[in-house]
């Protein structure tokens, strides 16, 4: 089991990653820390705590909710925003292809099959 799972016992049966930060500048301005910044807490960060959610809940064969909070930027971007934008983007895209990963997990009773390890 994973390190806190132990402490804890059972994994979290609802997970809500809604991490988002902003360091707005318009592009032609924008420094590449900044860019990165937001797309790590915003992307990486929900990347992370998605995965490790996820492995507990597959390791136990146990249901659960993982739920992203995105942004409408994510789709039709916003002036001074572009790390913002890509980072909402990329969250999409992350809960759409984890979405779909994680229910074929659900159907090999929770063992996950080659998907859960």
């Avoid at 809500?16 to 992307?43: I, K, M, P, S, W």
């Avoid at 790390?83 to 979405?99: D, H, I, M, P």
């Amino acid at each position: 089991l994973p390190p806190k799972q132990e402490r804890f016992g059972v994994p979290p049966s609802v997970c809500v990653g809604c991490a988002g930060v902003t360091r707005d500048e318009f592009l032609l301005r924008l420094q590449e820390a900044a860019f990165r910044e937001v797309l790590e807490v915003n992307l990486t960060g929900m990347f992370l705590v998605t995965q490790a959610v996820a492995r507990a809940l597959v390791a136990v064969g146990s249901g659960g909710s993982i739920v992203h909070v995105g942004s409408i930027v994510g789709k039709v971007g916003n002036l001074g925003q572009a790390n913002y934008s890509a980072s909402k983007a990329g969250v999409e895209g992350l809960t759409r292809s984890c979405a779909k990963e994680l229910a074929r997990c659900g159907d090999t009773g929770g063992q996950g099959g080659t998907w859960g390890t």
